[in-house]
């Protein structure tokens, strides 16, 4: 007898799963993943509906247009290597030029902006391309035209000031800035490609955190793996479609039996009488 006992205690200790240990059923988490694919897909379509609605009507567009001047221009004789080796050198220079409040000034007076000077330096950009003399200036605005002209009047104003302030030779405009087409930004194809790659990544967390904190037993195969033990026998919960049929056949069952003995206790008073 205590042998028996000793042996289903020794079983039952084997059954049962070890405490504290945390597993990722990474099969559970893809079928949950699976069963919930409308709902993914649904949320993907949605994340990049809304961020298509955003960038068609609430982004402004953003043009950008470009004028490029050559900072070493000698008239009296022809260009040689010193001359190529100290342009190279005051690019820098030339690049710093551009940011002083005067520059900026005498653009906003020569074209009558309605801009400040911190506004000018927002949209203005002034590059130099790595083994060349060469800067492009380039202007960032939501109105086109307006940005060519601004770009062509830095190019301007900046040749002169550097010209008359360095006492050297005015750099030479290489390139007019042209009106641009069409909008640098926004990128509309990118921006609804991450709306889309956002829900879908957001409906994908929702699923795995729900599928993770749920901790209820759904079948005898849950019990057996998380619990350790047999089920011995199941019931089956009726089908709530068939609850109302089942009243409503009992209902009239006890009204034909009511009327019934009513029948009944009405003819035997009658005959009595």
């Given at each position: 007898?205590?042998?028996d ?5 020794r079983?039952?200790l ?10 990722i ?12 694919w409308?709902?993914i ?15 068609f ?10 004028a490029?001047i050559?900072?070493v ?10 001359d190529?080796?100290?342009g ?19 653009v ?5 902006l309605?801009?400040?000077y ?7 950009s002034?590059t130099n391309?790595?083994d ?6 380039t202007v960032?605005?939501?109105?086109p035209?307006?940005?060519?002209a601004?770009a ?13 302030k360095?006492?050297t030779?005015?750099?030479t ?13 926004p ?12 829900g879908?990544v ?9 599928t993770?904190?749920d901790?209820?037993?759904?079948s ?12 011995l026998a199941?019931i089956p919960?009726?089908?709530?479609g068939e609850?109302p049929?089942?009243?409503s056949?009992f209902?009239?069952?006890?009204k034909r039996f009511?009327?019934?003995v009513?029948?009944r206790?009405?003819?035997?008073s009658?005959?009595k009488?």
């Amino acid at each position: 007898m205590q042998q028996d006992t000793f042996v289903k205690e020794r079983t039952a200790l084997a059954v049962q799963p070890e405490q504290g240990e945390d597993t990722i059923d990474l099969l559970e988490l893809f079928m949950g993943l699976l069963a919930h694919w409308t709902l993914i897909a649904a949320t993907a379509v949605v994340g990049a509906v809304l961020m298509a609605l955003y960038t068609f009507f609430l982004v402004t567009p953003m043009y950008k247009a470009t004028a490029t001047i050559y900072v070493v221009s000698r008239n009296d004789s022809v260009l040689n290597f010193s001359d190529l080796q100290v342009g190279s050198e005051l690019t820098s220079d030339y690049i710093k030029v551009f940011e002083m409040w005067e520059v900026h000034e005498k653009v906003i007076s020569n074209l009558d902006l309605d801009y400040t000077y911190t506004d000018m330096a927002s949209m203005l950009s002034v590059t130099n391309t790595s083994d060349t003399r060469m800067l492009d200036i380039t202007v960032t605005n939501p109105d086109p035209e307006e940005a060519a002209a601004i770009a062509n009047e830095y190019a301007d104003v900046g040749a002169k000031y550097i010209s008359e302030k360095m006492k050297t030779d005015e750099p030479t405009l290489m390139s007019s800035a042209r009106v641009p087409e069409n909008p640098f930004s926004p990128n509309k194809a990118k921006n609804i490609l991450l709306g889309f790659v956002v829900g879908f990544v957001l409906a994908c967390a929702v699923v795995v955190l729900r599928t993770m904190l749920d901790d209820t037993y759904k079948s005898a195969d849950d019990i057996r793996k998380y619990a350790g033990m047999v089920v011995l026998a199941s019931i089956p919960l009726a089908d709530a479609g068939e609850q109302p049929k089942e009243k409503s056949e009992f209902k009239r069952r006890t009204k034909r039996f009511a009327n019934d003995v009513r029948r009944r206790v009405g003819g035997s008073s009658g005959r009595k009488a």
